[in-house]
């Protein structure tokens, strides 16, 4: 029996110790047992949690590679059918467009 032999090891350690106290080591053991069970519960969920949200960026970074391959690869098309001489030149200057261009906008 566990009370027993509680109670004889406690009776033991106060003789010893000369303390009249008498420590509970069965709760202090259930105590340990549900600090350690609830430290596990709480990092298991905080496990979980951290790689639902890590999926969750990788989504996220993996649908902007797509999106930024898919404009790059629009903008290729775009700038491939421009005339050379519009190709030719990356960056316009305001002055370089026609007058008839400025004023649609």
């Known amino acids: 029996d566990t009370r027993t032999l509680s109670s004889s090891s406690s009776s033991t350690t106060n003789h010893v110790n000369g303390t009249n106290s008498t420590p509970s080591l069965p709760s202090d053991l259930n105590n340990v047992n549900g600090l350690t069970t609830y430290v596990n ?18 989504n996220r970074m993996n649908e902007l590679g797509r999106k930024i391959d898919t404009l790059e690869t629009s903008l290729g098309d775009i700038i491939s059918h421009l005339p050379a001489e519009e190709s030719a030149t990356s960056n316009p200057s305001p002055s370089a467009i026609p007058v008839q261009q400025q004023t649609k906008s």
Not at 41 to 58: G, N, P, R, Y
């Open 41 to 58: 519960t709480i990092f298991h969920q905080m496990e979980e949690k951290f790689l639902a949200a890590s999926d969750q960026v990788m």
